[in-house]
């Protein structure tokens, strides 16, 4: 039985892969997941690229459905944009479809997840003497190494999101003192032993 697809994730498929596996456009996708809405001109200063590159990765992003118009922000000629969603949700059997194109989005977009989250933690062990001793001791990078069947981490899986998402019903507002954004990760991937 299939869950209740919530209307705030875009579940990829192989057209909206294609229209989102691209460096950049992740970057760009992900700056306004974070930082709302902005200007192809902004996102350029922000991500270090030209505004051209930033205007014609925009403009793909809303042919695909990722990012639209956010009008309410414009004064005059400014264009800005925003995300549509908050997030998505990737079906592995992409990474076997038919079509090599498919299988190479889908590979890129995993190796594309796997570099943001590397340049997540580098950013925070060099950046975290500029935050407070109690964000020092609410941060963690731990892991685990367990004996588990492909069921088992199948469960493990499940209740690590149900219990992330029940974080985002209790989310303070953000005039609430000390609030911040946090990324969570989550990797569960098996490992050779010998």
């Known amino acids: 039985m299939n869950e209740p697809q919530d209307p705030q994730v875009h579940s990829l498929d192989a057209r909206s892969l294609r229209g989102l596996a691209h460096p950049l456009r992740m970057r760009l996708l992900n700056a306004l997941r974070r930082g709302g809405p902005a200007t192809a001109s902004q996102l350029a200063a922000k991500l270090g690229e030209s505004s051209g590159a930033t205007s014609y990765h925009l403009r793909q992003l809303a042919a695909h459905g990722f990012v639209e118009d956010a009008p309410e922000h414009g004064k005059g000629r400014e264009r800005w944009w ?6 998505v949700t990737f079906d592995g059997a992409l990474l076997k479809d038919r079509d ?9 977009f995993m190796h594309e997840v796997a570099n943001q989250h590397t340049g997540e933690l ?17 941060s963690d990078m731990s892991d685990w190494t367990l004996s588990l069947t492909p069921e088992l981490a199948l469960e493990l899986n499940h209740k690590m999101h149900e219990l992330v998402e029940s974080y985002r019903t209790q989310a303070p507002d953000d ?14 991937i098996p490992i050779h032993t010998d």
């Open 82 to 87: 925003k995300a549509v969603h908050i997030g």
């Open 100 to 108: 090599p194109e498919v299988r190479g989005a889908a590979d890129l």
């Open 122 to 138: 580098a950013t925070w062990l060099g950046t975290r003497d500029d935050w407070s001793e109690a964000w020092n001791r609410a």
């Open 175 to 188: 005039s609430t003192p000390d609030t911040e954004q946090v990324r969570v990760h989550t990797h569960i």
